[in-house]
């Protein structure tokens, strides 16, 4: 079985595909010129040089200068899943995931007014089925206002889909202590038990079933103080925080988190803040894992939150790398990935090394507030 694109257009509907069709990443309707120029901002760019191309598939879709399938069927398959669900939707906007075990697409679905109405995700591995019926599970415990609200999951075209509420509001794209205290507020918000001692921390006891050594003496780092028990996101980073603020109607808080799949309700703290830094600092800001370490314990060192102690701050970031890299392995990726090999570098190792490290420096280097870094605010969740 595999993912055939003519099951989410009507029958008859012109389509492009970004950049080509031999390697398509984002498909869309080819019928009018706005229209184009609007789904298409839909495609995934994160730095300058990626922006820079975004920018260039956009005027090749808006032109129409590329080419144009029509979709094959009898009948919209898309349309049929969603009806009740969403009224009159328009043909969607497609990103199609990186191919792998865990391989998913997401849908950007329209209402009959043209605004954004509806996310779908997609999947037809088993992997992915079963993190599709698992966010499903999320989003359906979830505090009102913390994330989208789930309308449907079922069998859509011999996979699964779940269709969630959009959020109005655009992603993350600055790093300030203004936006800082705000993801304090969100993430203290997830706390849903008072403070346990680590052994009997159902967090704790989930990330160290079969963990390797040094995520032991990690964990034995914690062991002096009593922890809450957390909703834990799993993949807390600036492209899965969507600002509400403006939105006074739907949405109580003034953040929003998307992408749940890898979340568990009885989590670790302090382990999205960690995962958060060490996101921007690995993939936005291109630092190695010792300066990316250094940054993250930095941050959550920082008054007056999280406002730990070193010897804390080092062992969440550490435990939170592990949480990536054994996330990653799950949905079948490759150890030997590069990603992969940067988080195993900053677990990898007795947390003494890492506080001779540290204690070395003399200080922790002070990093500047975060600033811009260029994150596409059309960016939506990642497949």
Known sequence: MQFDWNHLFPPGEP????????????L?????????????GFYLAFRIRAKLYKQLLRLRAATKTTAVRYAQGDTWVL?????GVVDSPHPPTVWIGTNGASQKW???VRGGDGEPVAFVKWGFTESAC??????????????RGLGPHPLRVGPLAGGTALAMSSINGPLLGRFTRGICARLADFLEILAVQTPLPIDEHPGFAALASDAPTPISAWIEQLADESWPVVIHHGDFAPWNVIDVSKD????GGCLAAIDWESAAMNGVPFLDAAHYHLQIAGLLMKLGPASATSLAVERLMRRPWPALSQVHAAAFTALSAYAAWRRSLDEGGNADEPQQRWHRTIWDRSPLAGRTTLTNMGILPRFPALVSVGVDPTIEPRA
């Open 79 to 83: 349309g049929e899943f969603l009806d």
């Open 248 to 251: 006074t109607i739907d949405w």
């Open 28 to 40: 869309l309707s080819a019928r009018r010129y706005d229209q184009r120029w609007r789904d298409s």
């Open 106 to 108: 997401t849908v950007r």
């Open 15 to 26: 389509v492009i595909a970004l950049p080509n069709w031999q390697h398509p990443r984002l």
């Open 130 to 143: 079963r993190r599709i019926v698992a966010e499903h599970g999320i989003l359906c415990a979830l505090p």
